[in-house]
């Protein structure tokens, strides 16, 4: 299933159940590196979400997910233009934006070298899951006793 098609579905999915759990936000950066170890052998992947921090001027991490599955990976997306990552949670439905993306291979784990700007139990992380309750259409008789409720 392409990137856009999982986006697609998740939307319908997460709108049609009741309590749902779906978070959705933006970053200023999304980074997809890969990890190699000093013998130059892969080790794993990771994107890692950043945001401006206007009073150090440069970006700091927010959260990080190793890449488990292709699926995970950032997609580019048109409207609004920039990139996009939909995954499963932990039972959360996550959308992160970025209007900035960026492909590193490296042999020093950007994540761990940012916690020397921002100590980890300093970042803000992601957003926690907003549930969706169930739309109760309301009985006639609590719409009569609202309507004649004192102003």
């Known amino acids: 299933m392409s ?15 009741p309590n749902a759990r779906s978070a ?25 979400f950043y945001h401006w921090s206007q009073t150090h001027n440069r970006f700091h991490v927010k959260a990080w997910r190793l890449v488990k599955d292709p699926e995970q990976l950032p997609q580019k997306s048109w409207k609004p233009v920039g990139y996009r990552c939909v995954w499963h949670d932990d039972g959360v439905l996550r959308s992160v934006r970025a209007p900035a993306y960026r492909e590193t291979w490296t042999q020093v784990d950007p994540e761990r070298t940012n916690r020397q700007l921002l100590p980890q139990d300093q970042r803000t992380g992601l957003l926690k899951p907003v549930v969706r309750e169930p739309y109760k259409r309301p009985e006639p008789a609590e719409i009569a006793s609202a309507s004649e409720a004192p102003r």
């Open 3 to 17: 990137g856009m098609a999982l986006w697609l579905l998740a939307g319908v999915v997460a709108a049609g159940i």
């Open 24 to 48: 959705d936000e933006q970053v200023d950066l999304i980074e997809l590196n890969h990890f190699f170890d000093e013998h130059g052998r892969h080790v794993f992947d990771q994107v890692i």
